[in-house]
């Protein structure tokens, strides 16, 4: 089933059931069973790299810059060619634009030459075009320049054989164009996770098809989908299964045989129609459920097989917020990815008085507005029901507030904007 309440009348312990982990535990618990799966790198092109782990370590072959070259569009000469005076007269004997290979500089004389275009050998010296003048082949400089000013030094961004990238640094565009910086077109990286995606809830129904009557449209497989894409995951979307305790059964199983992670959507609560939990534990083991949290209780964690397992509550913001806060980093220790698993966090000030005190620690979907030299206000979306999907796409990030807390305004609480927890 793909909703379900998150009321606090039923977040005590009841007869039979385990406690409620807290957010810590719960993370750490699904971190401490995570197990990388074992494999050889694989090697791809630089083009087809973004969001993929490093299996090795990156040290440079060559020098970036490969060579000495200006700063500046101007004009290559030797300082000590100027004599005490610094305002001698120089010919210009040759043309240097970048790409182009120059000749040694002769005494006393002094080269054209542009922005990135290598420095002739015997020049120390590059005066910009803006400080001379020219008459004929001659130049004639109207300020007096520094030794060494304007020139980048050979090895002046990465010098050769240093540490450039280390292993289990997730690739973005940044690194992909340091990588191009130095002539590599491969690189090593950790085999993708693969996630088997499935969606509970015969309600259900794929966008662009007609409603019948009863259905809603399946919002959480596209969310997750993009979701799972973005962190450099290979994700099967095996759509959506029907509520029956024998439907759930046969997904999770063939769902297991070619996956590292299946993650589902909703059927984990209490309710009649709600199949995960029973087929889970049928087939493989559940070690985790439910956390001290909204939205999100109903959380999931297990194992089926070789295949970690993670069932996520069915309405659409639960299943993103617990996805953000508990996915996010196994996978993280799934990919071997250096850093920490889970980001730090900043903190803003609560925009209006807290008078719901609730049993569970609550994440808030907000917006800062930012005032210079304070910290942020957080103001929260209008309605924080976990079936408004629109309050996470107005909202930049969450707010924590603690549980059973009566707050005052401007109380300065943690927040995790959605880009920290993305990256």
Same mark, same amino acid.
């Given at each position: ?95 240097? $634009? ?12 002094? $080269? ?13 010296? %590059? ?60 690189? @090593? ?16 129904? $794929? ?47 063939? @769902? ?70 508990? %996915? ?9 990815? $250096? ?85």
């Amino acid at each position: 089933m793909s909703t379900h309440a998150e009321t606090d009348h039923c977040c005590s312990d009841g007869p039979g059931r385990p406690r409620l982990l807290s957010v810590e535990e719960a993370r750490s618990a699904i971190l401490d069973a995570a197990r990388p799966p074992l494999a050889a790198p694989q090697w791809v092109g630089c083009e087809q790299a973004l969001a993929r782990v490093l299996a090795e370590d990156i040290r440079a072959p060559i020098d970036v810059p490969p060579h000495e070259n200006s700063a500046m569009d101007g004009y290559a000469l030797r300082f000590e060619d100027l004599g005490a005076d610094r305002d001698r007269r120089l010919r210009i004997t040759q043309r240097i $634009a970048a790409g182009e290979p120059p000749r040694p500089l002769e005494p006393e004389t002094a $080269a054209r030459i542009f922005t990135g275009a290598p420095l002739p050998p015997g020049a120390d010296t %590059v005066v910009m075009q803006e400080d001379c003048a020219v008459e004929g082949d001659w130049l004639v400089l109207r300020e007096p320049p520094r030794r060494g000013s304007h020139i980048r030094p050979q090895g002046n961004d990465i010098a050769r054989g240093s540490l450039v990238l280390s292993a289990g640094t997730r690739l973005d565009p940044r690194y992909l164009g340091v990588l191009a910086s130095l002539g590599l077109a491969r690189v @090593a990286v950790r085999p993708l996770t693969r996630i088997a995606l499935l969606t509970t809830g015969t309600e259900l129904a $794929a966008p662009g098809t007609p409603l019948a009557p009863g259905q809603i449209y399946n919002s959480n497989g596209p969310l997750l989908t993009a979701l799972l894409q973005g962190q450099g995951c290979e994700v099967c979307n095996r759509g959506v299964v029907l509520d029956s305790l024998e439907a759930t059964r046969a997904a999770l199983a063939e @769902a297991a045989e070619a996956a590292d992670l299946v993650i589902t959507t909703g059927g984990v609560s209490v309710g009649e129609e709600d199949h995960v939990k029973s087929a889970l534990e049928s087939l493989g083991s559940l070690d985790l459920w439910r956390v001290r949290m909204k939205p999100g209780k109903p959380l999931a964690f297990g194992r089926l097989g070789e295949a970690h397992f993670v069932g996520l509550p069915g309405n659409p913001v639960s299943a993103y917020v617990t996805a953000l806060l508990f %996915v996010l980093p196994l996978l993280r220790r799934l990919q071997g990815r $250096a850093g920490p698993d889970f980001p730090d966090c900043d903190y803003a000030r609560l925009s209006r008085d807290w008078a719901e005190a609730r049993a569970r620690r609550e994440f808030l979907r907000v917006r800062l507005n930012r005032e210079a030299g304070e910290l942020p206000w957080a103001e929260a979306y209008e309605r924080q029901g976990s079936d408004v999907l629109t309050g996470a796409a107005w909202a930049e990030g969450l707010i924590e507030i603690p549980e059973s807390s009566n707050l005052k305004r401007g109380t300065a609480l943690r927040y995790w904007s959605f880009e920290r927890l993305l990256s």
